[in-house]
Protein backbone atom coordinates (compact mmCIF):
# COMPACT_ATOMS: atom_id res chain seq x y z
CA UNK A 1 0.00 0.00 0.00
CA UNK A 2 1.59 3.56 -1.09
CA UNK A 3 1.22 6.57 1.39
CA UNK A 4 -0.31 9.73 0.46
CA UNK A 5 -0.35 12.97 2.32
CA UNK A 6 -3.74 14.73 2.18
CA UNK A 7 -4.38 17.07 -0.62
CA UNK A 8 -7.43 18.98 0.83
CA UNK A 9 -7.41 22.33 -0.94
CA UNK A 10 -11.04 24.06 -1.05
CA UNK A 11 -12.54 22.24 1.47
CA UNK A 12 -12.62 18.97 -0.29
CA UNK A 13 -13.06 16.22 1.53
CA UNK A 14 -11.57 12.58 1.42
CA UNK A 15 -13.43 9.84 2.12
CA UNK A 16 -13.17 6.38 2.54
CA UNK A 17 -16.40 4.41 2.02
CA UNK A 18 -16.94 1.06 3.49
CA UNK A 19 -19.30 -1.78 2.37
CA UNK A 20 -20.01 -0.01 -1.35
CA UNK A 21 -21.99 -2.47 -2.57
CA UNK A 22 -24.41 -2.95 0.39
CA UNK A 23 -27.95 -1.24 0.27
CA UNK A 24 -26.59 1.84 2.07
CA UNK A 25 -23.34 2.04 0.44
CA UNK A 26 -24.62 1.59 -2.93
CA UNK A 27 -26.73 4.79 -2.76
CA UNK A 28 -23.99 6.58 -0.33
CA UNK A 29 -21.32 6.16 -3.33
CA UNK A 30 -24.09 8.80 -4.93
CA UNK A 31 -24.54 11.10 -2.24
CA UNK A 32 -21.51 11.53 -0.97
CA UNK A 33 -19.72 12.15 -4.56
CA UNK A 34 -20.71 16.37 -4.39
CA UNK A 35 -18.54 16.57 -1.07
CA UNK A 36 -15.11 15.54 -2.74
CA UNK A 37 -12.85 12.26 -3.27
CA UNK A 38 -14.50 9.31 -2.27
CA UNK A 39 -12.97 6.19 -2.09
CA UNK A 40 -15.33 3.10 -2.49
CA UNK A 41 -14.30 -0.18 -1.29
CA UNK A 42 -16.12 -3.89 -1.12
CA UNK A 43 -13.87 -6.67 0.60
CA UNK A 44 -10.43 -5.38 -1.42
CA UNK A 45 -9.66 -3.15 -4.66
CA UNK A 46 -6.85 -1.85 -6.21
CA UNK A 47 -6.72 2.21 -6.63
CA UNK A 48 -5.01 3.95 -9.16
CA UNK A 49 -3.31 5.80 -6.59
CA UNK A 50 -3.38 4.12 -2.88
CA UNK A 51 -3.20 0.94 -4.74
CA UNK A 52 -3.86 -2.63 -3.12
CA UNK A 53 -6.53 -1.37 -0.69
CA UNK A 54 -8.59 -4.41 2.10
CA UNK A 55 -12.33 -3.30 2.69
CA UNK A 56 -12.07 -6.52 4.20
CA UNK A 57 -13.91 -5.96 7.90
CA UNK A 58 -12.55 -9.72 8.79
CA UNK A 59 -9.05 -8.55 8.85
CA UNK A 60 -8.66 -5.99 11.25
CA UNK A 61 -4.84 -5.39 10.19
CA UNK A 62 -5.58 -4.75 6.57
CA UNK A 63 -8.41 -2.52 7.56
CA UNK A 64 -6.05 -0.42 9.72
CA UNK A 65 -3.75 -0.54 7.38
CA UNK A 66 -6.02 0.79 4.47
CA UNK A 67 -6.85 3.94 6.68
CA UNK A 68 -3.17 5.04 6.98
CA UNK A 69 -2.77 4.67 3.63
CA UNK A 70 -5.92 6.74 2.47
CA UNK A 71 -5.57 9.19 5.41
CA UNK A 72 -9.40 10.23 4.94
CA UNK A 73 -11.11 13.52 6.49
CA UNK A 74 -13.96 11.37 6.82
CA UNK A 75 -14.70 6.91 7.23
CA UNK A 76 -18.10 6.35 6.50
CA UNK A 77 -18.72 2.62 7.31
CA UNK A 78 -21.99 0.83 5.85
CA UNK A 79 -20.31 -2.61 5.47
CA UNK A 80 -21.70 -4.66 8.24
CA UNK A 81 -22.55 -8.89 9.16
CA UNK A 82 -26.54 -7.67 8.67
CA UNK A 83 -27.61 -11.65 8.43
CA UNK A 84 -29.29 -11.23 12.02
CA UNK A 85 -30.47 -14.98 12.10
CA UNK A 86 -27.33 -16.43 10.86
CA UNK A 87 -25.43 -14.20 13.52
CA UNK A 88 -27.18 -16.71 16.38
CA UNK A 89 -24.55 -19.37 14.77
CA UNK A 90 -21.33 -17.65 14.17
CA UNK A 91 -21.51 -14.88 17.40
CA UNK A 92 -17.82 -14.55 16.87
CA UNK A 93 -17.64 -13.61 13.32
CA UNK A 94 -20.66 -11.15 13.78
CA UNK A 95 -18.76 -9.72 16.66
CA UNK A 96 -15.52 -8.93 14.38
CA UNK A 97 -17.10 -7.49 11.88
CA UNK A 98 -20.08 -5.05 13.93
CA UNK A 99 -17.89 -4.00 16.61
CA UNK A 100 -14.10 -4.47 16.40
CA UNK A 101 -13.89 -3.41 12.83
CA UNK A 102 -16.00 -0.20 14.02
CA UNK A 103 -13.28 -0.30 17.02
CA UNK A 104 -10.39 -0.23 14.69
CA UNK A 105 -11.75 2.17 12.08
CA UNK A 106 -12.58 4.71 15.23
CA UNK A 107 -8.79 3.94 16.35
CA UNK A 108 -7.46 4.88 13.23
CA UNK A 109 -10.16 7.98 12.97
CA UNK A 110 -9.02 9.45 15.99
CA UNK A 111 -5.21 9.39 15.14
CA UNK A 112 -5.40 10.98 12.10
CA UNK A 113 -8.11 13.59 13.47
CA UNK A 114 -10.88 12.13 11.19
CA UNK A 115 -14.47 11.71 11.12
CA UNK A 116 -16.14 8.13 11.50
CA UNK A 117 -19.57 7.85 10.48
CA UNK A 118 -21.42 4.62 11.10
CA UNK A 119 -24.95 3.23 10.73
CA UNK A 120 -26.70 0.96 13.96
CA UNK A 121 -30.20 -0.37 14.36
CA UNK A 122 -32.77 -0.67 16.83
CA UNK A 123 -32.20 -3.87 17.84
CA UNK A 124 -30.26 -2.41 20.38
CA UNK A 125 -33.13 -2.01 22.43
CA UNK A 126 -35.32 -5.00 23.53
CA UNK A 127 -38.43 -3.96 21.89
CA UNK A 128 -41.14 -3.56 24.81
CA UNK A 129 -43.32 -0.86 24.89
CA UNK A 130 -45.09 1.42 22.55
CA UNK A 131 -43.33 4.81 22.35
CA UNK A 132 -40.45 5.65 19.78
CA UNK A 133 -37.37 5.02 21.29
CA UNK A 134 -34.74 7.99 22.24
CA UNK A 135 -31.13 8.21 21.44
CA UNK A 136 -30.92 8.29 25.53
CA UNK A 137 -33.48 4.95 25.98
CA UNK A 138 -31.20 1.88 27.99
CA UNK A 139 -30.56 -0.38 25.25
CA UNK A 140 -31.00 -4.05 26.21
CA UNK A 141 -30.32 -6.20 22.73
CA UNK A 142 -32.23 -9.39 22.15
CA UNK A 143 -29.93 -10.60 19.59
CA UNK A 144 -26.53 -11.75 18.86
CA UNK A 145 -26.93 -8.71 15.99
CA UNK A 146 -28.24 -6.33 18.53
CA UNK A 147 -24.97 -7.01 20.69
CA UNK A 148 -22.70 -6.73 18.25
CA UNK A 149 -23.98 -3.63 17.06
CA UNK A 150 -24.10 -2.19 20.68
CA UNK A 151 -20.22 -2.64 21.10
CA UNK A 152 -19.28 -1.14 18.23
CA UNK A 153 -21.38 1.91 18.93
CA UNK A 154 -20.30 2.12 22.39
CA UNK A 155 -16.29 1.03 20.95
CA UNK A 156 -16.63 3.95 19.10
CA UNK A 157 -17.49 5.82 21.99
CA UNK A 158 -14.45 5.09 23.79
CA UNK A 159 -12.14 5.90 21.11
CA UNK A 160 -12.45 9.72 21.13
CA UNK A 161 -13.02 9.97 17.37
CA UNK A 162 -15.58 12.37 16.06
CA UNK A 163 -18.20 10.16 15.32
CA UNK A 164 -21.98 9.93 13.94
CA UNK A 165 -23.54 7.11 14.52
CA UNK A 166 -27.17 7.00 13.03
CA UNK A 167 -29.62 4.19 14.61
CA UNK A 168 -32.08 3.06 11.87
CA UNK A 169 -34.67 0.38 11.33
CA UNK A 170 -36.61 -1.60 8.57
CA UNK A 171 -33.87 -0.77 5.75
CA UNK A 172 -34.95 -1.30 2.03
CA UNK A 173 -32.90 -0.57 -1.47
CA UNK A 174 -34.27 -0.07 -4.65
CA UNK A 175 -31.46 -2.08 -6.39
CA UNK A 176 -31.94 -6.06 -5.54
CA UNK A 177 -34.16 -8.30 -3.63
CA UNK A 178 -36.01 -6.21 -0.57
CA UNK A 179 -39.13 -6.87 1.20
CA UNK A 180 -41.62 -5.05 -0.88
CA UNK A 181 -40.12 -6.67 -4.10
CA UNK A 182 -41.06 -10.32 -2.31
CA UNK A 183 -44.83 -9.33 -1.65
CA UNK A 184 -45.85 -7.82 -4.84
CA UNK A 185 -44.05 -11.05 -6.37
CA UNK A 186 -46.08 -13.43 -3.62
CA UNK A 187 -49.19 -11.54 -3.73
CA UNK A 188 -49.13 -12.07 -7.42
CA UNK A 189 -48.25 -15.87 -7.40
CA UNK A 190 -50.64 -17.08 -4.10
CA UNK A 191 -54.39 -16.40 -3.28
CA UNK A 192 -53.98 -15.55 0.58
CA UNK A 193 -50.36 -14.22 2.15
CA UNK A 194 -50.02 -14.12 5.97
CA UNK A 195 -48.09 -11.45 7.29
CA UNK A 196 -46.75 -10.40 10.30
CA UNK A 197 -48.96 -7.37 12.27
CA UNK A 198 -47.05 -7.27 15.97
CA UNK A 199 -43.61 -5.65 14.59
CA UNK A 200 -43.99 -1.67 14.02
CA UNK A 201 -41.73 0.36 12.90
CA UNK A 202 -40.87 2.52 10.10
CA UNK A 203 -39.64 1.50 6.50
CA UNK A 204 -36.70 3.36 5.32
CA UNK A 205 -34.81 3.67 2.12
CA UNK A 206 -31.20 3.59 2.13
CA UNK A 207 -31.79 6.58 -0.85
CA UNK A 208 -33.28 8.35 2.70
CA UNK A 209 -30.25 7.25 4.75
CA UNK A 210 -28.17 8.11 2.37
CA UNK A 211 -28.63 11.72 1.38
CA UNK A 212 -28.98 12.30 5.53
CA UNK A 213 -25.86 11.00 5.75
CA UNK A 214 -24.36 12.98 3.06
CA UNK A 215 -26.21 16.43 4.59
CA UNK A 216 -25.27 15.78 8.33
CA UNK A 217 -21.68 14.96 7.98
CA UNK A 218 -21.67 18.31 5.66
CA UNK A 219 -22.75 19.99 8.59
CA UNK A 220 -21.37 18.59 11.35
CA UNK A 221 -17.76 19.30 9.92
CA UNK A 222 -18.30 22.97 8.81
CA UNK A 223 -20.24 23.64 12.24
CA UNK A 224 -17.68 22.17 13.70
CA UNK A 225 -14.57 24.15 11.48
CA UNK A 226 -16.95 27.27 12.40
CA UNK A 227 -17.42 27.51 16.12
CA UNK A 228 -14.87 24.95 17.86
CA UNK A 229 -17.30 24.53 20.85
CA UNK A 230 -19.96 23.29 18.52
CA UNK A 231 -20.27 19.35 19.02
CA UNK A 232 -23.07 17.39 16.85
CA UNK A 233 -21.11 14.46 16.99
CA UNK A 234 -23.02 11.18 18.83
CA UNK A 235 -25.79 9.00 18.41
CA UNK A 236 -28.86 9.57 16.41
CA UNK A 237 -32.24 7.78 15.56
CA UNK A 238 -32.81 8.35 11.87
CA UNK A 239 -35.54 6.71 10.07
CA UNK A 240 -38.53 7.65 7.77
CA UNK A 241 -41.93 9.60 9.51
CA UNK A 242 -44.55 7.33 10.50
CA UNK A 243 -45.22 4.23 11.99
CA UNK A 244 -46.48 0.84 10.61
CA UNK A 245 -46.71 -3.52 10.77
CA UNK A 246 -45.02 -5.30 8.01
CA UNK A 247 -48.87 -6.35 7.62
CA UNK A 248 -49.58 -2.90 7.07
CA UNK A 249 -46.07 -2.76 4.67
CA UNK A 250 -46.92 -5.40 2.43
CA UNK A 251 -50.84 -3.87 1.95
CA UNK A 252 -50.12 -0.59 1.11
CA UNK A 253 -47.14 -1.96 -0.99
CA UNK A 254 -50.32 -4.01 -3.45
CA UNK A 255 -52.66 -1.27 -3.07
CA UNK A 256 -50.17 1.17 -4.01
CA UNK A 257 -48.60 -0.93 -7.14
CA UNK A 258 -52.82 -1.51 -8.00
CA UNK A 259 -52.85 1.70 -8.23
CA UNK A 260 -50.28 2.76 -10.32
CA UNK A 261 -50.93 -0.01 -12.33
CA UNK A 262 -54.34 -1.13 -12.48
CA UNK A 263 -54.00 -4.10 -14.82
CA UNK A 264 -51.54 -5.75 -12.09
CA UNK A 265 -52.36 -9.25 -11.97
CA UNK A 266 -52.84 -9.84 -8.60
CA UNK A 267 -54.19 -13.00 -7.14
CA UNK A 268 -54.11 -12.68 -3.34
CA UNK A 269 -57.33 -11.81 -2.04
CA UNK A 270 -56.23 -11.55 1.48
CA UNK A 271 -52.96 -10.53 3.18
CA UNK A 272 -53.85 -12.28 6.97
CA UNK A 273 -52.31 -10.98 10.23
CA UNK A 274 -50.27 -13.23 11.91
CA UNK A 275 -48.11 -12.65 15.56
CA UNK A 276 -44.14 -13.27 15.26
CA UNK A 277 -44.89 -16.79 16.48
CA UNK A 278 -45.98 -17.80 13.18
CA UNK A 279 -42.50 -17.23 11.53
CA UNK A 280 -39.96 -18.94 14.45
CA UNK A 281 -36.60 -17.57 13.28
CA UNK A 282 -33.63 -17.89 15.34
CA UNK A 283 -33.14 -14.44 16.21
CA UNK A 284 -35.59 -13.13 18.21
CA UNK A 285 -36.90 -9.47 16.83
CA UNK A 286 -37.96 -6.88 18.23
CA UNK A 287 -41.39 -5.55 18.36
CA UNK A 288 -41.47 -2.07 19.15
CA UNK A 289 -38.45 -0.79 16.24
CA UNK A 290 -40.45 2.87 16.36
CA UNK A 291 -37.61 5.48 16.77
CA UNK A 292 -37.74 8.97 17.95
CA UNK A 293 -35.72 11.52 14.93
CA UNK A 294 -36.45 14.68 16.92
CA UNK A 295 -32.97 14.94 18.06
CA UNK A 296 -31.54 14.96 14.34
CA UNK A 297 -34.27 16.80 13.19
CA UNK A 298 -33.87 19.81 15.19
CA UNK A 299 -29.87 19.44 15.87
CA UNK A 300 -29.40 19.67 11.88
CA UNK A 301 -32.85 21.29 10.50
CA UNK A 302 -33.96 18.30 8.24
CA UNK A 303 -37.55 16.72 7.80
CA UNK A 304 -37.96 13.25 7.64
CA UNK A 305 -40.16 12.35 5.01
CA UNK A 306 -43.40 9.79 5.87
CA UNK A 307 -42.15 6.46 5.33
CA UNK A 308 -44.87 5.88 2.46
CA UNK A 309 -42.88 8.56 0.46
CA UNK A 310 -40.06 6.31 -0.32
CA UNK A 311 -41.64 3.20 -0.75
CA UNK A 312 -43.94 4.83 -3.51
CA UNK A 313 -40.99 5.96 -5.57
CA UNK A 314 -39.81 2.72 -5.23
CA UNK A 315 -42.75 1.38 -6.07
CA UNK A 316 -43.29 3.68 -9.14
CA UNK A 317 -39.56 2.44 -10.22
CA UNK A 318 -40.37 -0.80 -10.23
CA UNK A 319 -43.79 -2.00 -10.96
N1 LIG B 1 -30.97 -3.67 6.63
C1 LIG B 1 -31.62 -3.22 7.69
O1 LIG B 1 -32.84 -3.40 7.84
C2 LIG B 1 -30.89 -2.43 8.76
C3 LIG B 1 -31.60 -2.01 9.89
C4 LIG B 1 -30.93 -1.28 10.86
C5 LIG B 1 -29.59 -0.97 10.71
N2 LIG B 1 -28.91 -1.40 9.62
C6 LIG B 1 -27.48 -1.09 9.52
O2 LIG B 1 -27.29 -0.26 8.39
C7 LIG B 1 -26.00 -0.52 7.82
C8 LIG B 1 -26.13 -0.80 6.33
O3 LIG B 1 -26.98 -1.92 6.17
P1 LIG B 1 -27.50 -2.43 4.75
O4 LIG B 1 -28.96 -2.64 4.86
O5 LIG B 1 -26.97 -1.56 3.67
O6 LIG B 1 -26.80 -3.85 4.74
P2 LIG B 1 -26.37 -4.79 3.53
O7 LIG B 1 -27.14 -4.44 2.30
O8 LIG B 1 -26.41 -6.18 4.04
O9 LIG B 1 -24.86 -4.34 3.30
C9 LIG B 1 -23.83 -4.73 4.13
C10 LIG B 1 -22.59 -4.82 3.29
O10 LIG B 1 -21.52 -5.29 4.12
C11 LIG B 1 -20.77 -6.19 3.33
N3 LIG B 1 -19.96 -7.10 4.14
C12 LIG B 1 -20.31 -8.25 4.77
N4 LIG B 1 -19.24 -8.81 5.35
C13 LIG B 1 -18.19 -7.99 5.07
C14 LIG B 1 -16.82 -8.02 5.38
N5 LIG B 1 -16.25 -9.03 6.07
N6 LIG B 1 -16.03 -7.02 4.96
C15 LIG B 1 -16.55 -6.01 4.22
N7 LIG B 1 -17.84 -5.92 3.87
C16 LIG B 1 -18.65 -6.92 4.31
C17 LIG B 1 -21.81 -6.94 2.54
O11 LIG B 1 -21.21 -7.59 1.46
P3 LIG B 1 -21.82 -8.99 0.92
O12 LIG B 1 -23.21 -8.71 0.54
O13 LIG B 1 -20.89 -9.32 -0.21
O14 LIG B 1 -21.69 -9.95 2.08
C18 LIG B 1 -22.72 -5.80 2.12
O15 LIG B 1 -22.25 -5.18 0.94
C19 LIG B 1 -25.40 -1.66 8.65
O16 LIG B 1 -24.57 -1.12 9.64
C20 LIG B 1 -26.60 -2.30 9.31
O17 LIG B 1 -26.27 -2.93 10.53
C21 LIG B 1 -29.54 -2.11 8.63
Given at each position: ???V?????L??????????????G?E?????????????????E??????????????????????????????????????????????????????????V?A?????????????????????????????????????????????????????????????????????????????L??A?????L?????????????????????????????R?????????????????????????????????????K???????????????S?????????H?????????Q?????V??????G?????????
Open positions: MKSSPVNSNRLRILLLGKNGQVWLQRSLAPLGEVIALDRATHPIYGELSGDLSNLDALAATVRAVRPDVIVNAAAHTAVDRAESEPDLARTLNALAPGLDEAQKLGAWLVHYSTDYVFDGSGDQPWRETDAPAPLSVYGRTKLEGEQRIQASGAKHLIFRTSWVYGARGGNFAKTMRLQERDRTVIDDQFGAPTGAELLADITAQVTAQAISMNQTASETLQGIYHLAAGGETTWNGYARHVVAEALRLPDLSIKAQEIAAVPTAFPTPAVRPNSRLDTQKLSAFGLLPPWQQVNRMLAETV
